[in-house]
């Protein structure tokens, strides 16, 4: 009875520590909890406010570390990143997140907000298709391509090439791309440059199916056209006229060996002193580089004499002066233009008209008065940004309708007959 007794008072004695423990213990817990709770929500905020930094590793993975630039306070960069968070969190299928993917997708929205076509950026894959056609030789259907408005055009078939065989002109609006090999069927809404070429071109010998309209008919025009590859010349040079008296120099292509045949071929006409004349033919041109366009304009004006301006933000106006005399500055000269002639094209030939008054013959030029410069970015990225306009001497923007030729004169594409070269040859005779 008395072991009975002492065993109760013993069970009395501990059952007030017990519940003490249980109560210690939950008030632990719930002042741990509130401290994750609490180091998450400004962590988070901390994050959110702050923003993120995306490196690079040397294999081209993705590291992010949050950072607000102190130039972009006033911008909800959080909103961002809750997304980002929510995604990450709630999305389905993790692995369809991809860090990196998720990185450059958001760049590309960013970048085409602008609304400009010829401003966009390019992951690794799609930025080694840049530039190929000012390098000399490449596999493809031999068009050069931009926009017309928001609308992807061809700014001109290749001379022989197959896309010129197949019938694609000057000014056709690309409205599909389909490809069975490579997978592709799809409208060109919205479409890059670059995501253009990287359809477009393919193996030597298959084929890609280009949906194109065409001013002044109703029905879409369906070009089944076969890769091949495609060499292309910066410039020709041939003597016509009676007695061979007339220089034509085809300027093809503004590329990098541009300017040294462009020297052989004015030593050449030098050297024959019975020629009077000489037609500029950039029809079908696409441009290429501002300085290439200079340095042929001074061959034809006065040291001093403005070839082109340049017009940036925050920058001063850039006047491009002949700096050198003009070995063809004393001759009689026509330019034939068309819709293919744009850029660099358009340079020229807007110069010669403005400071030397030769007559411009064919069709409306293209119509591109931009200038963009390609820029290497992080993990092989590419960027490529308008960062001015140019005008011609007389300070107009091509931008605004194109050149307007002189003689306007239509080729008959179902003939050999070349009007508009006839036209020049006329006005030099």
Same mark, same amino acid.
């Given at each position: 009875?008395?072991?009975?007794?002492?065993?109760?008072?013993?069970?009395?004695?501990?059952?007030?520590?017990?519940?003490?423990?249980?109560?210690?213990?939950?008030?632990?817990?719930?002042?741990?909890?509130?401290?994750?709770?609490?180091?998450?929500?400004?962590?988070?905020?901390?994050?959110?406010?702050?923003?993120?930094?995306?490196?690079?590793?040397?294999?081209?993975?993705?590291?992010? #570390?949050?950072?607000?630039?102190?130039?972009?306070?006033?911008?909800?960069?959080?909103?961002?990143?809750?997304?980002?968070?929510?995604?990450?969190?709630?999305?389905?299928?993790?692995?369809?997140?991809?860090?990196?993917?998720?990185?450059?997708?958001?760049?590309?929205?960013?970048?085409?907000?602008?609304?400009?076509?010829?401003?966009?950026?390019?992951?690794?894959?799609?930025?080694?298709?840049?530039?190929?056609?000012?390098?000399?030789?490449?596999?493809?259907?031999?068009?050069?391509?931009? &926009?017309?408005?928001?609308?992807?055009?061809?700014?001109?078939?290749?001379?022989?090439?197959?896309?010129?065989?197949?019938?694609?002109?000057?000014?056709?609006?690309?409205?599909?791309?389909?490809?069975?090999?490579?997978?592709?069927?799809?409208?060109?809404?919205?479409?890059?440059?670059?995501?253009?070429?990287?359809?477009?071109?393919?193996?030597?010998?298959?084929?890609?199916?280009?949906?194109?309209?065409?001013?002044?008919?109703?029905?879409?025009?369906?070009?089944?056209?076969?890769?091949?590859?495609?060499?292309?010349?910066?410039?020709?040079?041939?003597?016509?006229?009676?007695?061979?008296?007339?220089?034509?120099?085809?300027?093809?292509?503004?590329?990098?060996?541009?300017?040294?045949?462009?020297?052989?071929?004015?030593?050449?006409?030098?050297?024959?002193?019975?020629?009077?004349?000489?037609?500029? #033919?950039?029809?079908?041109?696409?441009?290429?580089?501002?300085?290439?366009?200079?340095?042929?304009?001074?061959? &034809?004006?006065?040291?001093?004499?403005?070839?082109?301006?340049?017009?940036?933000?925050?920058?001063?106006?850039?006047?491009?002066?002949?700096?050198?005399?003009?070995?063809?500055?004393?001759?009689?000269?026509?330019?034939?233009?068309?819709?293919?002639?744009?850029?660099?094209?358009?340079?020229?030939?807007?110069?010669?008209?403005?400071?030397?008054?030769?007559?411009?013959?064919?069709?409306?030029?293209?119509?591109?008065?931009?200038?963009?410069?390609?820029?290497?970015?992080?993990?092989?990225?590419?960027?490529?940004?308008?960062?001015?306009?140019?005008?011609?001497?007389?300070?107009?923007?091509?931008?605004?309708?194109?050149?307007?030729?002189?003689?306007?004169?239509?080729?008959?594409?179902?003939? &050999?007959?070349?009007?508009?070269?006839?036209?020049?040859?006329?006005?030099?005779?």
């Amino acid at each position: 009875m008395q072991e009975n007794v002492i065993a109760q008072t013993e069970i009395r004695v501990r059952t007030p520590k017990r519940k003490f423990g249980k109560y210690l213990l939950k008030v632990t817990k719930i002042i741990f909890s509130l401290l994750i709770i609490i180091s998450v929500f400004f962590g988070g905020y901390y994050l959110g406010v702050n923003g993120y930094e995306t490196k690079y590793d040397d294999s081209g993975n993705v590291t992010i #570390d949050r950072q607000n630039p102190e130039s972009r306070e006033d911008l909800d960069f959080g909103l961002f990143w809750r997304v980002w968070d929510t995604l990450d969190a709630r999305y389905f299928d993790s692995e369809m997140l991809d860090p990196r993917k998720m990185v450059y997708g958001a760049i590309k929205g960013m970048v085409a907000s602008i609304g400009d076509p010829y401003t966009a950026f390019f992951p690794p894959k799609e930025n080694k298709v840049v530039q190929e056609d000012l390098q000399g030789e490449f596999g493809g259907v031999g068009i050069q391509i931009g &926009f017309k408005g928001s609308q992807l055009a061809v700014v001109a078939p290749i001379e022989d090439s197959p896309a010129h065989k197949a019938g694609i002109e000057a000014g056709d609006y690309i409205m599909g791309i389909r490809d069975e090999k490579k997978g592709i069927d799809r409208n060109t809404v919205g479409i890059t440059i670059q995501e253009a070429v990287q359809d477009i071109r393919g193996e030597i010998g298959t084929s890609v199916t280009l949906t194109l309209l065409r001013e002044g008919t109703d029905d879409p025009i369906i070009a089944d056209v076969v890769r091949d590859t495609i060499d292309v010349p910066s410039l020709s040079l041939e003597f016509i006229g009676e007695g061979e008296n007339i220089a034509h120099i085809r300027v093809i292509k503004f590329s990098q060996e541009l300017v040294e045949e462009w020297d052989d071929a004015v030593v050449e006409i030098l050297s024959k002193p019975d020629v009077e004349g000489i037609i500029v #033919d950039v029809r079908n041109n696409p441009g290429g580089y501002l300085e290439h366009a200079v340095e042929l304009a001074s061959d &034809f004006l006065e040291t001093g004499e403005t070839a082109v301006i340049e017009e940036s933000a925050g920058k001063a106006r850039k006047d491009y002066k002949v700096e050198r005399i003009g070995r063809l500055r004393d001759r009689d000269v026509v330019v034939l233009i068309n819709g293919g002639s744009a850029s660099a094209s358009e340079i020229l030939a807007g110069a010669l008209r403005d400071m030397k008054e030769y007559p411009l013959v064919g069709k409306t030029s293209f119509g591109k008065g931009t200038i963009q410069e390609s820029q290497q970015v992080n993990g092989g990225a590419g960027l490529h940004i308008t960062i001015a306009r140019w005008l011609t001497p007389s300070e107009f923007w091509v931008n605004e309708g194109g050149l307007v030729p002189d003689y306007e004169v239509d080729n008959d594409p179902n003939t &050999f007959e070349d009007k508009q070269l006839e036209k020049a040859v006329e006005l030099l005779s």
